[in-house]
């Protein structure tokens, strides 16, 4: 079936740590989405790809990082600088930034 | 301002009943609207698109109203399985990202 996969569907990081979120789709989808999105709150684009080997920053990229080495995944790293991990991350992607999006089914990341 | 608002609700109706949510939108050149579906703890599921004449799929119709910058979703005959928050979406073109609104609870009861 195509599909985007996240995984895990739950993380947890530990203080002073970096970890990897992984979002695959087969699709053969051009863009692709990082959304984070906190309880009561909506989405919040953290980064996303129009094509592969390129990205931009959205609105809350700091603390966060991206590769898109490859069409199907666009992996997200969220690093030690972002003080305020603990979220619902959410992966999407679109034939291009003007269709809509379809989305993942989410990793919940915790601090521990 | 922020670029799309919604009301968060609740809005708590029963059964069969119709109910209707707008949102509201800051920027005059955007262009196309969608509506998504985000069940509690899961990812968001595109509904409907919104086109500008109004369209309707099933119990659900989207309507534009350009003039005043707002979309609404208007749900009949309501059904439990209907009970969900509902989130809007602005494409705009200059980010050539969507932009969402936090989404407005629906909670329909028996």
């Known amino acids: 079936d195509g599909g985007i996969t996240q995984s895990p569907k739950y993380l947890f990081r530990k203080e002073g740590q970096n970890v990897t979120l992984s979002c695959e789709q087969n699709?053969?989808?051009?863009?692709m989405y990082w959304y984070r999105q906190d309880p009561g709150q909506g989405l919040r684009l953290i980064y996303y790809s129009q094509i592969v080997n390129d990205f931009q920053k959205g609105d809350i990229a700091e603390g966060y990082s991206v590769s898109r080495e490859k069409k199907e995944s666009f992996p997200l790293t969220v690093t030690s600088a972002q003080k305020n991990p603990t979220a619902f991350y959410l992966c999407?992607?679109?034939?291009?930034?003007?269709?809509?999006?379809?989305f993942g089914d989410g990793t919940r990341l915790s601090i521990l | 301002r922020k670029e799309v608002e919604q009301d968060p609700g609740p809005f708590n109706v029963p059964e069969g009943a119709t109910v209707a949510f707008n949102c509201t939108y800051s920027?005059?050149?955007?262009?196309?609207f969608f509506w998504y579906r985000q069940d509690c703890r899961k990812e968001p599921k595109l509904l409907m698109s919104v086109y500008s004449s109004g369209n309707e799929d099933g119990r659900f119709t989207a309507q534009l109203n350009r003039a005043s910058q707002y979309i609404s979703l208007l749900i009949r005959d309501s059904k439990l399985s209907d009970s969900a928050t509902y989130l809007c979406?602005?494409?705009?073109?200059?980010?050539?990202?969507?932009?969402f609104g936090t989404g407005t609870r629906l909670q329909v009861t028996l």
């Open positions: 979406v602005d494409l705009t073109g200059t980010a050539s990202k969507l932009t």
């Open positions: 699709l053969n989808h051009d863009a």
């Open positions: 999407a992607s679109s034939d291009n930034v003007r269709q809509p999006q379809h």
């Open positions: 920027n005059s050149a955007s262009q196309s």
